[in-house]
């Protein structure tokens, strides 16, 4: 298994600003992934974040709006930039293992007034 | 990725089995079938994942038919701790997990 810890929990930002998300793993691994669950909706996959390269997006989302940082094996971040109220929604990290299951953190509520 | 299709919604009381059955017509051969569950203010959590035929474990059980377009999880004895949604997903090994709206289950006492 993987103990996946996120930081801040929740937060209440100002449209305009920007939010920086951590995501930190008891254990190295090589794949981490960061999703979206916007209030009542399922969970849509933003990117695929790999240590030692560019962050891989899914269609729909952009680099200059989520930018990606994986600087070791153990630690992400995701950076919600120039929000508005559509940002809105729960942001989780999770970790790919060797069984093909994956983890998931606690996840970050963000409101973005 | 295959699309999949589930009951948007279940009802069910405590000690009763549960089962969910998940469409997923264009499975590719590759394709692995995975359930998670996910309580709220909680990220989703790893049920189960199998291939073909029967997968058990201590939380469930995955039936799959031989043509494997479609999937059923089984959860024995629910409890009202066993309230959530739950997704079920198809993929290969590319690690992406595409996830449908889920099946809400409620359990009642």
């Known amino acids: 298994s993987a103990v996946i810890s996120q930081k801040p929990s929740r937060d209440i930002c100002q449209r305009g600003t920007s939010l920086t998300i951590q995501c930190q793993v008891d254990s190295q691994v090589t794949m981490m992934f960061w999703y979206r669950q916007q209030p009542g909706q399922s969970l849509t996959l933003i990117a695929t974040?790999?240590?030692?390269?560019?962050?891989?997006?899914e269609s729909g989302f952009v680099i200059d709006k989520f930018p990606i940082s994986r600087p070791n094996l153990t630690f992400s971040t995701l950076t919600v930039s120039n929000m508005s109220p559509e940002d809105s929604s729960i942001y989780l990290c999770?970790?790919?293992?060797?069984?093909?299951?994956?983890?998931f953190g606690p996840g970050t509520r963000l409101t973005v007034l | 990725l295959a699309k999949t299709t589930q009951p948007i919604s279940m009802d069910s009381y405590e000690g009763q089995e549960v089962n969910i059955t998940c469409s997923h017509n264009?499975?590719?051969?590759?394709?692995?079938i995975t359930w998670y569950q996910q309580f709220p203010s909680q990220g989703p959590r790893f049920i189960i994942q199998?291939?073909?035929t029967k997968v058990t474990n201590e939380v469930a059980s995955l039936f799959i038919p031989a043509d494997r377009k479609s999937s059923t999880l089984s959860l024995p004895r629910v409890s009202l701790s066993d309230t959530a949604v739950y997704y079920c997903l198809v993929g290969d090994d590319d690690y992406k997990l595409s996830f449908g709206a889920g099946t809400t289950v409620t359990v009642r006492a």
């Open positions: 264009n499975i590719a051969t590759n394709d692995y």
């Open positions: 199998g291939y073909k």
């Open positions: 974040a790999n240590q030692g390269s560019e962050a891989t997006y």
């Open positions: 999770s970790v790919e293992r060797d069984s093909n299951e994956q983890f």
